[in-house]
C-alpha cells in the first residue's frame, strides 16, 4: 500500500556536522514531496518541498535529494545547529489532490 | 506571516462528551485540514474543506465530524469523545490549491478519561 517511511527513529550528531535524514516512499505515481520541521510543543513547519521533475533542491542550509528508481527521498541540514532539534517528517502528495501522506518522523538530537 | 490558532493547547474530557475543537486562520486560505497525531504514525487526515459548508473525508474520519461555517474557521467535533481519541490534533490551511504550502496551528493535546 501507500506508505511513506523513514529509516532511522532518532539521529544524533554533533553540533557544526551535517545532518542527513532519510525517506522512503512507495507510490511511484508521487510527484510531489515535502519536509517539515515540528519542534517540541509547536506544529510542524515547512521547510523544503520537491517535485518529481527534480532530483534536487536546495535552500537556506537545506537540501533535499530525491532518488526515484530507489523511491527515496533525504534532507540534509548543513553546519546543523542546536535549533535544529526537532523531528522532521518527509511527505508526499500523489497526483496534486488534497491527501499529503506523512511519515512517522526522525527525532534529531544535536550534541553541543 | 499566516498564522493558525487553535482554541486550547490542552484538554482533558470524560468518555462520551461532546468535544468541540476550533481553528481559526488570517490568511484567506481556501482549504483547512484537521489531522491527529500519534507516536509512530505520523500525521493522519480526519477531514478537509476546501471552501465554505464543503467538506470530504480524510483517511480516519470516524467518530469525527467538523463544520466550516465561516472561510477561517473550522471545527472538528467528537460526537460522544472516546479513550482511542487521546491524540495531539493539528489544524492546517493552504492557500489555493492542495500542493501550496500547509501551514499549521501549534496543536491541541487531547486527553480523554
Known amino acids: 500500500g501507500e506508505s511513506v517511511g523513514l529509516h532511522l527513529p532518532t539521529l544524533s550528531v554533533q553540533e557544526g556536522d551535517n545532518s542527513i535524514i532519510n525517506c522512503a516512499y512507495s507510490n511511484s505515481a508521487s510527484d510531489y514531496f515535502i519536509w517539515y520541521k515540528q519542534e517540541s510543543g509547536k506544529g510542524p513547519q515547512f521547510i523544503i518541498d520537491?517535485?518529481?521533475?527534480?532530483d534536487k533542491r536546495q535552500g537556506q542550509r537545506v537540501t533535499v535529494l530525491l532518488n526515484k528508481t530507489v523511491k527515496h527521498l533525504s534532507l540534509q541540514i548543513a553546519a546543523t545547529q542546536p535549533g535544529d532539534s526537532a523531528v522532521y517528517f518527509c511527505a508526499e502528495n500523489p497526483g496534486g489532490g488534497f491527501k499529503t501522506i506523512f511519515g512517522a518522523g526522525t527525532r534529531l538530537f544535536v550534541k553541543a | 506571516d499566516v498564522k493558525v490558532t487553535q482554541s486550547s493547547r490542552y484538554l482533558v474530557k470524560r468518555t462520551g462528551e461532546k468535544v468541540f475543537l476550533e481553528c481559526v486562520q488570517d490568511m484567506d486560505h481556501e482549504n483547512m485540514f484537521w489531522y491527529r497525531q500519534d507516536p509512530g504514525l505520523g500525521l493522519r487526515l480526519i477531514y478537509f474543506s476546501y471552501d465554505v459548508k464543503m467538506k470530504e473525508k480524510g483517511d480516519i474520519p470516524e467518530g469525527y465530524s467538523v463544520s466550516r461555517e465561516k472561510k477561517e474557521r473550522f471545527s472538528l467535533i467528537l460526537e460522544s469523545a472516546s479513550t482511542n481519541q487521546t491524540s495531539m490534533y493539528l489544524c492546517a490551511s493552504t492557500l489555493g490549491v492542495p500542493t501550496d504550502t500547509q501551514y499549521f496551528g501549534p496543536g491541541t493535546r487531547l486527553t480523554v478519561l
Open positions: 520537491i517535485r518529481s521533475n527534480m
